[in-house]
């Protein structure tokens, strides 16, 4: 009896410290977060400031002094020398903050300098906190999901700064609405970026874009593979999230990713700087770098207040941006796919033609081509009808790439007929491949759906794609995000419908198909939205970035509890 009260308290002591390691985890991200944000209040000049700028002496003593606290404790508590000495450096810097930050209050540029030194000290508080507490407590759906809430927060912030905008204020609504329209990669805006941001704003932006098209999963993967020696919790994690069972495979599968990426839209930027005009210099080589990465990430933001109108005509431009739009959007096991391929027909070795390749290219192919001819015939005499023949398949081809999950447009859509309007909300409903930079149910999604009614048809018993079975489960997801991205589109229409009291339902739906395929592209609604109207499409871009089903999953454990490892009789329902 005595041994199993000492069991039970030695179990319960280390219940208390799990928990206590976690709280100081949350306290340092939210605090961090609070910092932040009393940092770059200091630079505001509106009423909201007062009462941060009247009283920072005492707010900046009780953040010293809480993270000290909170720090010592962290360093009782670490796990690995390198923690306890990542801790003892953020001390000495907030020591140094909190003296510096006084004595040179009243020197406008010092000021600058030591505000971005504490943003920068906190973001990377902020950073470890958020990998110790993320890898340590929450399941994979989880991680996703609140990683890209984490990012969100701080980008709304930076862009709430008044060296971010051209006035020098902006409500945070719409901060919020900018920043989450960047880190999923969306391209909707209720600010003109390339008139009301700053070229600091810019780039923020920019480092939203790429933060969220490349995947926030897989920087963080980077983080504790190459940069520091995580437990075997954190590697198990990172594991799961790539679904393998070797290290070595993630840092190949990474390492990949990454130089696809920075190759692909380097490659893009030197295009696209030779081919954009301007007498600038250096605000040309920050365009051709910012449209690169916004079309490789199918971010669908420009530098311009028309989109890419006035490079309509220029074959160079349309098919570059095509091009990046394209190969963002297929997806990186299929990019890794085809680097194999490449490498071993090079080496005369054996070579795989993956399944999912096989899908996406086939899918993606029919879609393109679909909707490159509908909308060259159905508006010939449309909205192309005053264009030469040569710019109108120009035209007509970027038109439908763009709703893949881009968002460009080298022509208006409001100036095109409802049905080409229709077909082009189809092309954003379906969007781009799994594990791509863009959004929508995926060409994968649609290939497997419409194969499953093919299958129900013809009396086969399952879809069999370069012989080889498609899995059930896949059957059951492709109905469930269906259904799920119709459902949610439909009932955010009507409520942005009646919320604003709008007069027609299709620019609405075209709007909110838009804002949670993350394709970004507008009927002109966007900057007319209310409050609310904009809580619910901020709301769905999240959605339709994180994912359907891993937001769900998120928040309840979808496929565990009683029925995980119990077989049940079975029935039979009369369907149709």
Same mark, same amino acid.
């Given at each position: 009896?005595?041994?199993?009260?000492?069991?039970?308290?030695?179990?319960?002591?280390?219940?208390?410290?799990?928990?206590?390691?976690?709280?100081?985890?949350?306290?340092?991200?939210?605090?961090?977060?609070?910092?932040?944000?009393?940092?770059?209040?200091?630079?505001?000049?509106?009423?909201?400031?007062?009462?941060?700028?009247?009283?920072?002496?005492?707010?900046?003593?009780?953040?010293?002094?809480?993270?000290?606290?909170?720090?010592?404790?962290?360093?009782?508590?670490?796990?690995?020398?390198?923690?306890?000495?990542?801790?003892?450096?953020?001390?000495?810097?907030?020591?140094?903050?909190?003296?510096?930050?006084?004595?040179?209050?009243?020197?406008?540029?010092?000021?600058?300098?030591?505000?971005?030194?504490?943003?920068?000290?906190?973001?990377?508080?902020?950073?470890?906190?958020?990998?110790?507490?993320?890898?340590?407590?929450?399941?994979?759906?989880?991680?996703?999901?609140?990683?890209?809430?984490?990012?969100?927060?701080?980008?709304?912030?930076?862009?709430?700064?008044?060296?971010?905008?051209?006035?020098?204020?902006?409500?945070?609504?719409?901060?919020?609405?900018?920043?989450?329209?960047?880190?999923?990669?969306?391209?909707?805006?209720?600010?003109?970026?390339?008139?009301?941001?700053?070229?600091?704003?810019?780039?923020?932006?920019?480092?939203?874009?790429?933060?969220?098209?490349?995947?926030?999963?897989?920087?963080?993967?980077?983080?504790?593979?190459?940069?520091?020696?995580?437990?075997?919790?954190?590697?198990?994690?990172?594991?799961?999230?790539?679904?393998?069972?070797?290290?070595?495979?993630?840092?190949?599968?990474?390492?990949?990713?990454?130089?696809?990426?920075?190759?692909?839209?380097?490659?893009?930027?030197?295009?696209?700087?030779?081919?954009?005009?301007?007498?600038?210099?250096?605000?040309?080589?920050?365009?051709?770098?910012?449209?690169?990465?916004?079309?490789?990430?199918?971010?669908?933001?420009?530098?311009?207040?028309?989109?890419?109108?006035?490079?309509?005509?220029?074959?160079?431009?349309?098919?570059?941006?095509?091009?990046?739009?394209?190969?963002?959007?297929?997806?990186?096991?299929?990019?890794?796919?085809?680097?194999?391929?490449?490498?071993?027909?090079?080496?005369?070795?054996?070579?795989?033609?993956?399944?999912?390749?096989?899908?996406?290219?086939?899918?993606?192919?029919?879609?393109?081509?679909?909707?490159?001819?509908?909308?060259?015939?159905?508006?010939?005499?449309?909205?192309?009808?005053?264009?030469?023949?040569?710019?109108?398949?120009?035209?007509?081809?970027?038109?439908?790439?763009?709703?893949?999950?881009?968002?460009?447009?080298?022509?208006?859509?409001?100036?095109?007929?409802?049905?080409?309007?229709?077909?082009?909300?189809?092309?954003?409903?379906?969007?781009?491949?799994?594990?791509?930079?863009?959004?929508?149910?995926?060409?994968?999604?649609?290939?497997?759906?419409?194969?499953?009614?093919?299958?129900?048809?013809?009396?086969?018993?399952?879809?069999?794609?370069?012989?080889?079975?498609?899995?059930?489960?896949?059957?059951?997801?492709?109905?469930?995000?269906?259904?799920?991205?119709?459902? *949610?589109?439909?009932?955010?229409?009507?409520?942005?419908?009646?919320?604003?009291?709008?007069?027609?339902?299709?620019?609405? *739906?075209?709007?909110?198909?838009?804002?949670?395929?993350?394709?970004?592209?507008?009927?002109?609604?966007?900057?007319?939205?209310?409050?609310?109207?904009?809580?619910? *499409?901020?709301?769905?871009?999240?959605?339709?970035?994180?994912?359907?089903?891993?937001?769900?999953?998120?928040?309840?454990?979808?496929?565990?509890?009683?029925?995980?490892?119990?077989?049940?009789?079975?029935?039979?329902?009369?369907?149709?």
């Amino acid at each position: 009896m005595k041994k199993n009260r000492i069991k039970e308290q030695k179990i319960f002591k280390q219940s208390i410290n799990e928990l206590l390691k976690r709280l100081s985890n949350l306290i340092a991200i939210v605090g961090s977060i609070f910092s932040i944000f009393v940092l770059l209040m200091q630079v505001r000049t509106d009423n909201i400031s007062n009462f941060y700028i009247n009283n920072y002496d005492k707010l900046i003593d009780i953040i010293a002094i809480s993270f000290i606290i909170m720090l010592l404790y962290q360093i009782k508590i670490a796990p690995r020398k390198l923690y306890i000495i990542i801790s003892i450096i953020d001390i000495i810097s907030i020591i140094l903050l909190n003296y510096y930050s006084k004595e040179y209050y009243d020197i406008i540029s010092k000021r600058i300098v030591w505000i971005i030194f504490g943003s920068v000290l906190f973001f990377s508080i902020i950073v470890i906190n958020w990998l110790r507490l993320s890898y340590s407590k929450f399941t994979l759906s989880q991680m996703i999901t609140y990683s890209f809430v984490f990012v969100i927060t701080l980008g709304s912030l930076l862009l709430y700064l008044p060296i971010s905008t051209t006035t020098g204020s902006i409500k945070f609504i719409d901060s919020l609405f900018t920043a989450t329209s960047a880190v999923c990669v969306t391209g909707l805006s209720v600010l003109d970026v390339s008139k009301e941001l700053t070229l600091f704003g810019q780039i923020v932006l920019i480092f939203l874009i790429q933060i969220g098209g490349l995947g926030i999963m897989t920087i963080s993967a980077i983080l504790l593979l190459f940069a520091v020696k995580g437990s075997v919790q954190d590697r198990v994690r990172t594991l799961e999230m790539f679904s393998v069972q070797n290290k070595d495979v993630i840092k190949n599968t990474v390492k990949v990713i990454f130089l696809s990426t920075f190759i692909i839209e380097l490659i893009g930027s030197v295009f696209l700087f030779f081919s954009m005009k301007n007498d600038n210099l250096t605000y040309r080589i920050f365009s051709a770098i910012f449209h690169s990465i916004s079309s490789f990430c199918n971010a669908g933001f420009a530098l311009y207040t028309d989109s890419l109108h006035s490079f309509a005509y220029n074959p160079i431009i349309v098919i570059v941006v095509s091009l990046l739009i394209i190969f963002g959007g297929i997806g990186y096991p299929v990019l890794l796919n085809i680097y194999d391929i490449i490498k071993n027909k090079i080496n005369g070795t054996r070579h795989i033609v993956e399944s999912q390749t096989i899908i996406v290219l086939f899918t993606s192919a029919i879609l393109l081509l679909f909707g490159f001819l509908f909308i060259l015939f159905n508006e010939y005499y449309g909205a192309l009808n005053n264009l030469s023949l040569k710019d109108k398949i120009l035209v007509a081809m970027f038109q439908s790439i763009s709703p893949r999950t881009a968002g460009f447009e080298t022509i208006s859509y409001s100036s095109m007929s409802n049905v080409t309007i229709g077909i082009v909300i189809f092309l954003m409903f379906i969007g781009a491949s799994p594990s791509s930079t863009g959004g929508g149910v995926k060409t994968t999604t649609l290939f497997v759906f419409v194969a499953s009614i093919i299958t129900s048809i013809t009396n086969r018993p399952f879809i069999v794609v370069k012989n080889r079975k498609i899995k059930d489960t896949a059957v059951t997801r492709s109905i469930s995000i269906f259904t799920l991205a119709l459902a *949610i589109s439909i009932l955010s229409a009507f409520l942005i419908y009646y919320i604003d009291g709008h007069t027609e339902m299709l620019p609405v *739906i075209f709007e909110t198909v838009s804002a949670i395929s993350t394709v970004g592209l507008t009927l002109g609604l966007t900057t007319q939205l209310s409050f609310w109207s904009k809580i619910i *499409i901020i709301s769905l871009m999240f959605i339709g970035r994180v994912g359907y089903l891993t937001l769900f999953m998120s928040i309840g454990s979808i496929g565990q509890g009683k029925y995980t490892y119990v077989d049940l009789p079975t029935c039979d329902v009369t369907i149709g």
